[in-house]
């Protein structure tokens, strides 16, 4: 008769463990086995068993000697960077962004195309995403790291299984994203996912931002449209069909602009780049529609920057309807902080005190809850940093790569 645990449970046991070690790893490094066994609870033989395990699978390396506080020196470890990397790419109405992130979390390549993706039809972008992914995974394999994952941020609905179910502001409707890519790159060995760039953004922050760590955080996208990637106690907000953070189709102002979505006033419409753009420059369309935003926010934060009163006054009416959809999410939630990206980040100073004002003013808890509103640090491309983090954070979960063959 078999007692005890089957062979299945100390596998499970072993693959959580091997996690905790390499999370610890990820957020004290350089750290030692000791360091590791005091902080973990596990015991000093099993955390070298573990540790012996990790540099087997070149996850991670050991990196010197440092005199502990007491004792003998101790062999420090860090997480090992070179076999692994993971690629994450993001679509927005005027550009495909590529980047590829090591375990270690080093950036090692930032592409950017060009792409009018409203102007293409889905087919078209399928085939410009494929061709751009497929250089970035190259180039990785070239320098002998093993691609661990894509993942792709689309500024829309991305449900369960990869599917685009809505992205107004791409014109796309049940695009079959992840299966068309699968196809495109013909059966890839790496893991490919599709995900929604706000929740891809809201990871990026929180593994790697001035707020690294904050256990309930928003991510605004300062794209065509505003999307939230909502964090709560440490963990993405999903929802039941995975279609959560849709604050900008919040409507502000019923008498206001109608919106990509055909509805009218919501934040997007009222506050979102494109609204900013024709607010500030009315002139900026005339050529037709815009389809790369960067000369113009260029142009809006030299007017701001000379305290032209007109650009003043309007980037204090847009922080105002941000304040208002803060003051929203505050008030369901209670973020610690709110992060606005994107094309946000440049006009943060001319945002930021109204969007403050209006939060202090509509937000029901005193001190607006704690909630801080911020501009990223992380730069553009945040979108794609979390697709990669995306399938970094597998790993973290205990879903280890195999151990490279001898
Ligand atoms: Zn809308």
Same mark, same amino acid.
């Given at each position: 008769?078999?007692?005890?645990?089957?062979?299945?449970?100390?596998?499970?046991?072993?693959?959580?463990?091997?996690?905790?070690?390499?999370?610890?790893?990820?957020?004290?490094?350089?750290?030692?086995?000791?360091?590791?066994?005091?902080?973990?609870?596990?015991?000093?033989?099993?955390?070298?068993?573990?540790?012996?395990?990790?540099?087997?699978?070149?996850?991670?390396?050991?990196?010197?000697?440092?005199?502990?506080?007491?004792?003998?020196?101790?062999?420090?470890?860090?997480?090992?960077?070179?076999?692994?990397?993971?690629?994450?790419?993001?679509?927005?109405?005027?550009?495909?962004?590529?980047?590829?992130?090591?375990?270690?979390?080093?950036?090692?390549?930032?592409?950017?195309?060009?792409?009018?993706?409203?102007?293409?039809?889905?087919?078209?972008?399928?085939?410009?995403?494929?061709?751009?992914?497929?250089?970035?995974?190259?180039?990785?394999?070239?320098?002998?790291?093993?691609?661990?994952?894509?993942?792709?941020?689309?500024?829309?609905?991305?449900?369960?299984?990869?599917?685009?179910?809505?992205?107004?502001?791409?014109?796309?409707?049940?695009?079959?994203?992840?299966?068309?890519?699968?196809?495109?790159?013909?059966?890839?060995?790496?893991?490919?996912?599709?995900?929604?760039?706000?929740?891809?953004?809201?990871?990026?922050?929180?593994?790697?931002?001035?707020?690294?760590?904050?256990?309930?955080?928003?991510?605004?996208?300062?794209?065509?449209?505003?999307?939230?990637?909502?964090?709560?106690?440490?963990?993405?907000?999903?929802?039941?069909?995975?279609?959560?953070?849709?604050?900008?189709?919040?409507?502000?102002?019923?008498?206001?602009?109608?919106?990509?979505?055909?509805?009218?006033?919501?934040?997007?419409?009222?506050?979102?780049?494109?609204?900013?753009?024709?607010?500030?420059?009315?002139?900026?369309?005339?050529?037709?529609?815009?389809?790369?935003?960067?000369?113009?926010?260029?142009?809006? !934060?030299? $007017? =701001?920057?000379?305290?032209? +009163? *007109?650009?003043?006054?309007? %980037? &204090? @009416?847009?922080?105002?309807?941000?304040?208002?959809?803060?003051?929203?999410?505050?008030?369901?939630?209670?973020?610690?902080?709110?992060?606005?990206?994107?094309?946000? !980040?440049? $006009? =943060?100073?001319?945002?930021? +005190? *109204?969007?403050?004002?209006? %939060? &202090? @003013?509509?937000?029901?808890?005193?001190?607006?809850?704690?909630?801080?509103?911020?501009?990223?640090?992380?730069?553009?491309?945040?979108?794609?940093?979390?697709?990669?983090?995306?399938?970094?954070?597998?790993?973290?979960?205990?879903?280890?790569?195999?151990?490279?063959?001898?």
């Amino acid at each position: 008769m078999q007692t005890g645990p089957q062979p299945a449970d100390f596998a499970d046991v072993r693959a959580t463990n091997l996690a905790v070690v390499l999370r610890h790893v990820r957020n004290h490094a350089p750290c030692s086995r000791a360091d590791i066994a005091a902080a973990t609870g596990l015991n000093k033989a099993t955390v070298s068993s573990l540790v012996a395990d990790l540099i087997e699978r070149r996850l991670l390396r050991e990196t010197g000697l440092a005199e502990h506080r007491i004792g003998r020196p101790a062999t420090m470890l860090v997480l090992d960077g070179q076999p692994y990397a993971a690629i994450g790419l993001a679509v927005s109405a005027d550009q495909l962004t590529a980047v590829a992130v090591d375990l270690a979390g080093e950036q090692l390549l930032s592409w950017r195309r060009t792409f009018p993706a409203l102007a293409s039809s889905p087919g078209k972008a399928v085939s410009a995403i494929a061709a751009l992914a497929s250089r970035v995974a190259g180039r990785v394999s070239s320098q002998n790291r093993q691609v661990l994952g894509l993942t792709v941020g689309v500024p829309g609905l991305v449900d369960s299984d990869g599917t685009v179910r809505l992205a107004p502001n791409l014109g796309w409707r049940d695009v079959d994203l992840r299966a068309d890519l699968v196809h495109a790159l013909r059966d890839p060995k790496y893991d490919v996912a599709v995900d929604n760039d706000a929740n891809l953004s809201a990871m990026a922050e929180h593994r790697y931002g001035a707020f690294v760590g904050t256990s309930d955080l928003v991510y605004l996208t300062g794209e065509v449209g505003i999307g939230a990637g909502v964090i709560v106690d440490g963990r993405l907000l999903r929802g039941g069909r995975g279609f959560s953070g849709e604050i900008g189709h919040v409507q502000i102002d019923p008498s206001g602009p109608r919106c990509p979505c055909g509805r009218t006033g919501c934040l997007e419409a009222m506050a979102g780049i494109p609204a900013i753009i024709r607010r500030v420059l009315p002139d900026a369309e005339t050529d037709g529609p815009i389809t790369d935003f960067a000369p113009e926010i260029d142009e809006v !934060v030299r $007017l =701001a920057r000379r305290g032209d +009163p *007109a650009t003043v006054d309007s %980037l &204090a @009416a847009v922080g105002r309807h941000l304040g208002h959809g803060v003051a929203i999410l505050t008030n369901v939630i209670n973020p610690d902080v709110v992060v606005l990206g994107g094309n946000f !980040v440049p $006009l =943060a100073p001319w945002l930021l +005190p *109204a969007a403050e004002a209006e %939060l &202090a @003013a509509r937000a029901i808890a005193p001190d607006a809850g704690g909630c801080r509103i911020a501009a990223s640090t992380l730069g553009s491309g945040t979108a794609a940093v979390g697709g990669a983090a995306r399938a970094l954070a597998t790993v973290d979960a205990g879903h280890l790569p195999p151990p490279p063959p001898h």
